[in-house]
């Protein structure tokens, strides 16, 4: 595959884990009553593993571009 799609790729995952961890936390945080309810243990699930996901996804997505981030923070601090 080449790099313009697995940047695309990754991105577009992103987005959708973004948007389900934003779901899940509105309804673990405002919507949902704190307990052992069946509801609340499987959002909180979700939420959890979305998170997770969240991050891994940013920290391959860093990696990909650290070569650009390098460049860009040498140039910030020789200003
Ligand atoms: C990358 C972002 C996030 C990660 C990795 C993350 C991760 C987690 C984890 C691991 C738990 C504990 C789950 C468990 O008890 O099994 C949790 C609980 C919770 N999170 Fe998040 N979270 C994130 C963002 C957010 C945001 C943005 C909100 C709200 C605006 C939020 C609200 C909550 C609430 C209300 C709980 C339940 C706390 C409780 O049990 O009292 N989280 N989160």
């Given at each position: 595959?080449?790099?313009?799609?697995?940047?695309?790729v990754l991105d577009?995952l992103?987005?959708?884990?973004?948007?389900?961890?934003?779901?899940?936390?509105?309804?673990?945080?405002?919507?949902?009553?704190?307990?052992?309810?069946?509801?609340?243990?499987?959002?909180?699930?979700?939420?959890?593993?979305?998170?997770?996901?969240?991050?891994?996804?940013?920290?391959?997505?860093?990696?990909?571009?650290?070569?650009?981030?390098?460049?860009?923070?040498?140039?910030?601090?020789?200003?």
């Amino acid at each position: 595959m080449k790099r313009a799609w697995i940047n695309y790729v990754l991105d577009i995952l992103m987005l959708l884990t973004a948007i389900v961890l934003g779901i899940s936390s509105l309804l673990v945080w405002v919507v949902l009553p704190k307990g052992y309810s069946p509801q609340w243990l499987l959002w909180i699930a979700i939420h959890k593993w979305s998170g997770f996901a969240l991050f891994a996804e940013a920290f391959v997505h860093i990696a990909l571009h650290w070569r650009w981030l390098w460049t860009m923070t040498k140039k910030v601090l020789r200003r």
